[in-house]
């Protein structure tokens, strides 16, 4: 587990707000080194790892995570070493006050902490009141000439958090929505290098998830695939979630998803796939839309053979969000199993 703890600290330190994916690009294809026949780029964000069979016309399978993460940029400045921030992605403003942040600035990332007012200086009946983002500043402490200079407006501005390792294999950080299902990808394809495939693999890190989808509607394009398996985070099970996620737990396995929107005989095979290989995997039922990439991706030109299976996450879209690598090692097992299956057989068997 120390090695794939080491994979997601890795990529959980790469910079990628929506719309800025590139800063995560000559990392990411460092990361990537020895993994891939081929790495190519596209311009709404996206990065993109091919691993060849070696046959002619080959299958192609897509395997999709999205690469960008929520997070800020500059909208102004507020005097005294203080900016202001718009919201890229679903922020949760609760959990602002008094967060440190990373200020992405030309010249090297700044440190920033949103501004908080203490309990005993607020006005009357303050602490009832919504928490508004425009309400907030991040300060910084430098010089006002000096901020303006390293700072521009629209500029990105992204969480800090240290990542840690917690009891029976959690790991704590930021960004694991959804870099921790790129490590997945990574994890399954290094349990394969040495397999003799029967379908070339694409790797779609895909930009632009969290503001609309855009990376997975034109990395699916380009790729043009047979089939189809996005990754995600998917809430999991606890004290203050709906009923309807209570069966989704930390530490049970991948959740593959039976939804209206992906391909159900698919979907069977990869369960399939888990029970045959002894691997652990939970089951959600979504009727429709799965606000993934997934949904996306099943309508890709004239339609593709599609599925999404998720790790279980705590504490979405925070800075501390919260995951099982054993579900990671799982779901990777199970990615790697459903890859040597494919070309075998017909899938809709």
């Known amino acids: 587990m120390k090695d794939l703890y080491n994979l997601a600290c890795s990529l959980t ?65 507020a005097g005294e070493g203080f900016l202001k921030v718009a919201a890229v992605g ?44 425009e309400d907030l500043c991040v300060s910084t402490y430098l010089e006002e000439d000096e901020l303006k200079e390293k700072v521009r ?28 299902c790129i490590a997945t990808i990574l994890r399954a394809i290094d349990l394969i290098k040495d397999e003799h495939l029967a379908c070339d693999i694409y790797a779609l890190f895909a930009g632009g998830e969290e503001i609309g989808y855009k990376g997975a509607v034109t990395g699916g394009w380009d790729i043009d695939p047979h089939y189809a398996i996005a990754l995600d985070v998917g809430g999991e099970a606890g004290p203050d979630s709906p009923a309807w996620r209570q069966d989704c737990r930390i530490g049970d396995g991948g959740i593959i998803s039976y939804s209206a929107t992906l391909d159900r005989a698919f979907t069977k095979r990869i369960i399939g796939e888990a029970e045959k290989n002894g691997i652990k995997y939970q089951l959600i039922g979504e009727p429709t839309r799965t606000g993934t990439d997934s949904m996306v991706l099943a309508t890709v030109r004239e339609g593709v053979t599609a599925a999404l299976i998720s790790i279980p996450l705590r504490n979405m879209h925070t800075y501390t969000e919260v995951i099982s690598l054993r579900d990671v090692e799982e779901t990777a097992k199970l990615l790697a199993a459903v890859i040597k299956s494919l070309g075998k057989d017909d899938v809709n068997v």
């Open 13 to 77: 330190a790469l910079p990628s707000v929506s719309g800025f994916e590139e800063m995560a690009f000559p990392g990411l294809e460092k990361i990537c080194e020895g993994r891939f026949d081929e790495i190519k780029t596209l311009p709404t964000g996206s990065f993109i790892g091919i691993k060849r069979c070696g046959k002619a016309n080959a299958e192609r399978l897509l395997l999709d995570a999205h690469l960008d993460q929520i997070g800020f940029v500059v909208s102004g400045y």
């Open 153 to 180: 407006i629209g500029t990105p501005v992204g969480f800090k958090c240290t990542p840690e390792l917690l009891a029976n294999d959690r790991m704590a950080s930021v960004q694991l929505d959804d870099k921790i």
């Open 90 to 133: 679903g922020i949760d403003t609760r959990v602002l006050c008094a967060n440190e942040v990373w200020i992405y600035a030309d010249g090297g990332k700044i440190p920033g902490v949103f501004s908080s007012v203490p309990p005993h200086l607020r006005g009357s009946g303050d602490s009832k009141k919504p928490i508004k983002l």
